[in-house]
T-cell receptor
Framework: GAVVSQHPSWVICKSGTSVKIECRSL??????MFWYRQFPKQSLMLMAT?????????EQGVEKDKFLINHASLTLSTLTVTSAHPEDSSFYIC???????????FGDGTRLSIL | GENVEQHPSTLSVQEGDSAVIKCTYS??????FPWYKQELGKRPQLIID?????GEKKDQRIAVTLNKTAKHFSLHITETQPEDSAVYFCAASPTTGRRALTFGSGTRLQVQP
């Protein structure tokens, strides 16, 4: 079964709306979670690292005021796309690293479409 | 930071032939190299991974080789089947500290029946 639950799977909304995406670690506690973005026919690009109990670490070029990340518990990280515009339309996916040499577990992703 | 390059971007093979996808990385701190298969609209699925203390790993029709000195690793799929058609991504990360994955640009594999 899934070890990472991501919701919603699909969002369509009007320009200017804020959208919240949740990523839950179901089987283990996660002090760190990663948020990736994938535009059509492109690769996955790391947006930010979500850190439990502290500020997220954003990659160069990602606006921290636009993509708000909250990691208030060891099982939940949320990504809020504030005042979304059509250029924010993308596939957003979270992942949870496990200990040491274990592979990362990905959520099912959220397809965001801004009209 | 890490930079992962992947080739080719598209690959078309006949059913039963072999397919090879190659990646290079830049950061010597990377020591974990997974390969993912992604179908349209879905999350990446891990198909095989290799760590820097191993030069080759095989799982049925899939194998991965790693040359840490040259900083390149490759995916080999033998006896390809139409259901192998998908986009494949290589990735690299360290296994300590911040373990974010850096992905290659992807290879669209088409297996012709």
């Amino acid at each position: 079964g899934a070890v990472v639950s991501q919701h919603p799977s699909w969002v369509i909304c009007k320009s200017g709306t804020s959208v919240k995406i949740e990523c839950r670690s179901l089987d283990f506690q996660a002090t760190t979670m990663f948020w990736y973005r994938q535009f059509p026919k492109q690769s996955l690009m790391l947006m930010a690292t979500s850190n439990e109990g502290s500020k997220a670490t954003y990659e160069q070029g990602v606006e921290k005021d636009k993509f708000l990340i909250n990691h208030a518990s060891l099982t939940l990280s949320t990504l809020t796309v504030t005042s979304a515009h059509p250029e924010d339309s993308s596939f957003y996916i979270c992942s949870v690293p496990t200990e040491g040499n274990q592979p990362q577990h990905f959520g099912d992703g959220t397809r965001l479409s801004i009209l | 930071g890490e930079n992962v390059e992947q080739h080719p971007s598209t690959l078309s093979v006949q059913e039963g032939d072999s397919a090879v996808i190659k990646c290079t990385y830049s950061d010597s701190a990377s020591n974990y190299f997974p390969w993912y298969k992604q179908e349209l609209g879905k999350r990446p699925q891990l198909i095989i991974d290799i760590r820097s203390n191993v030069g080759e790993k095989k799982d049925q029709r899939i194998a991965v080789t790693l040359n840490k000195t040259a900083k390149h690793f490759s995916l080999h799929i033998t006896e390809t089947q139409p259901e192998d058609s998908a986009v494949y991504f290589c990735a690299a990360s360290p296994t300590t500290g911040r373990r974010a994955l850096t992905f290659g640009s992807g290879t669209r594999l088409q297996v012709q029946p």
